[in-house]
């Protein structure tokens, strides 16, 4: 299945979370997220400097941006959402152009 759409999250953890809790509590909204209509795959990583992307593919920008609206409520995507500082959150959806 090609992927039509990136949502791509930029944000960077509370103070106090390690990466070990981060990555843990991020793998558990896999669940929820494979579960979303249009859902491909979702890639995790870190800069040097303490920066995370989240970036998940999706079949196209409806399913991408009702994920992202599911997520707000799910009590499965809460425990991780609390984990970030929210003043870093970057949250952009972008149109493949080259693959």
């Known amino acids: 299945m090609k992927a039509n759409v990136l949502e ?3 944000f960077k953890p ?3 979370v390690t990466n ?3 990555i843990k509590t991020a ?3 896999d669940e929820f997220i494979k ?3 249009g859902f491909i795959k979702r890639e995790l990583a870190q800069t040097e400097n303490g920066q995370w992307i989240d970036i998940v593919h999706w079949t196209d920008m409806e399913s991408a941006h009702h994920a992202a609206e599911a ?4 009590p499965i995507c809460l425990p991780f959402f ?3 500082d929210e ?3 970057n949250m952009s959806h972008y149109t493949i152009a080259l693959s």
């Open 35 to 37: 579960d979303q209509t």
């Open 27 to 29: 793998a558990s909204i």
């Open 71 to 74: 997520a707000m409520s799910s």
């Open 87 to 89: 003043s870093t959150i």
């Open 14 to 16: 509370k103070a106090d």
């Open 8 to 10: 791509v999250v930029l």
């Open 82 to 84: 609390s984990l970030i």
């Open 20 to 22: 070990e809790v981060l």
